[in-house]
């Protein structure tokens, strides 16, 4: 199974705010998005799963939260841990997880792929993208796009593979 996070973060690492992306909508960032995860499970934590902007997949996905009473809509099923999630997605060959900051630091250690969007400004933040060690990845690729009409600031898509 890969283990593939996806994540859209600002100059200064920003992911959230308040429960909502810092930034104006990236309508290209939500198309490349929806294209990326076609077909796969997506792992999040509660917070990810609270947010207004909340993303899914059709084929299921998993909430990590310690709330055993906690509800959710259908097609999403509670998990204790990233750990449960992960062996409820064996024999998948490649699951998402889509955060949030908390979620992502428990899985950079042993992340495949990393799908990273970089928006070029500095937005005010609560929540953040932890650093990880680049040098255990390799930069596949790295697709630039300015400001338009449409998307209010510059921003990149960039794919890290990790080295084996």
């Not at 283990?3 to 104006?24: D, T």
């Not at 949030?100 to 990393?114: M, N």
């Not at 960039?158 to 084996?164: C, F, G, I, T």
Request: hydrophobic letters at 40%; aromatic letters at 12%; one cysteine or more.
């Amino acid at each position: 199974m890969r283990i593939s996070l996806i994540v859209a973060m600002s100059k200064n690492r920003g992911i959230g705010l308040k429960g909502r992306l810092p930034w104006p909508h990236l309508p290209n960032d939500w198309a490349n998005f929806f294209k990326i995860t076609e077909g796969c499970r997506m792992i999040m934590g509660r917070k990810s799963y609270d947010t207004p902007d909340r993303l899914s997949s059709k084929v299921g996905n998993f909430v990590i939260t310690r709330q055993a009473d906690f509800s959710m809509d259908e097609g999403f099923f509670r998990v204790g841990s990233l750990i449960e999630a992960l062996d409820l997605c064996k024999g998948n060959e490649e699951i998402f997880v889509i955060g949030g900051e908390e979620i992502f630091r428990q899985v950079l250690p042993i992340a495949d792929c990393i799908h990273l969007t970089i928006v070029h400004g500095v937005f005010e933040a609560d929540t953040f993208f932890p650093e990880f060690d680049e040098t255990d990845f390799q930069l596949k690729s790295r697709q630039e796009f300015p400001a338009d009409s449409l998307h209010e600031y510059a921003y990149d898509f960039l794919v890290y593979e990790r080295k084996r």
